[in-house]
Each structure stands twice: as structure tokens, then as C-alpha cells.
């Protein structure tokens, strides 16, 4: 009497401990919880990218400007910052300083804008 409770007891403890384990597993493969898993694994490997690559941009960052020193000093260009720029090379575009009426250096006529003027 006493085996056949243990055999039991034995079988109802199995018996749930494989119906649990069952029912854990097909809530894990429901799609709800496949998407959310591989949402959150698809966040890791972007974090772990964004990582690298922030990490592989401040080296060439780095080694950029160790270059440009390095080649500064090869070249003797002081590249200081207190350095003002060059004044900008072309004129504006809608100012015409080759026409013959402003070559003497005279400024643009102003005009007036008001329609009522004319009339």
C-alpha cells in the first residue's frame, strides 16, 4: 500500500512538474511574446552598434586631429584659432560693379517701391 501512494505521489509530482514546464514554454512561443522578445533583443544589438560606432567616431575624431597637427608641424602652418578669416572672395550677386554707370564707385540708386508714385 504504502509503494503504491509513493508511485503516486511520484506520478502526480511529475505530472505537474511536465505540465508547468509545458505551458511555460507555449506561453513562450506565442507571437505577443516572440515580438517582444525580439523587439528587445533588436534594442541591445542597436545600443551595442550605436556603442561602437559613437566609440569608433571619437578615435577617427581623435586621430584626425593628431594628423592635422602632426602634418601642420611637417608643413609650418601655425593653425591657431585667433587667426581671422579671408575676406570672401566673390561679390554679391545681384550687385553688377563692372557696369560702366558704377565704376566710379557711386552706390545703387534706391527706388521706390510704392505703385502710387507713378500716378
Request: glycine content about 6%; overall charge positive.
Amino acid at each position: 500500500m504504502f509503494r503504491r501512494t509513493f508511485w503516486f505521489s511520484t506520478g502526480v509530482a511529475a505530472g505537474v512538474w511536465a505540465t508547468t514546464k509545458v505551458n511555460r514554454k507555449l506561453r513562450q512561443l506565442t507571437p505577443e511574446s516572440l515580438a517582444v522578445s525580439a523587439a528587445n533583443k533588436a534594442l541591445e544589438t542597436g545600443h551595442r552598434l550605436k556603442d561602437r560606432a559613437v566609440g569608433f567616431a571619437l578615435d577617427v575624431r581623435d586621430n584626425m586631429a593628431r594628423r592635422e597637427a602632426e602634418l601642420g608641424e611637417a608643413l609650418g602652418i601655425d593653425a591657431g584659432a585667433d587667426r581671422e578669416l579671408p575676406p570672401p572672395r566673390r561679390l554679391a550677386a545681384i550687385e553688377n560693379h563692372n557696369h560702366p554707370k558704377y565704376v566710379d564707385g557711386s552706390t545703387y540708386p534706391t527706388y521706390s517701391y510704392n505703385r502710387n508714385e507713378d500716378h
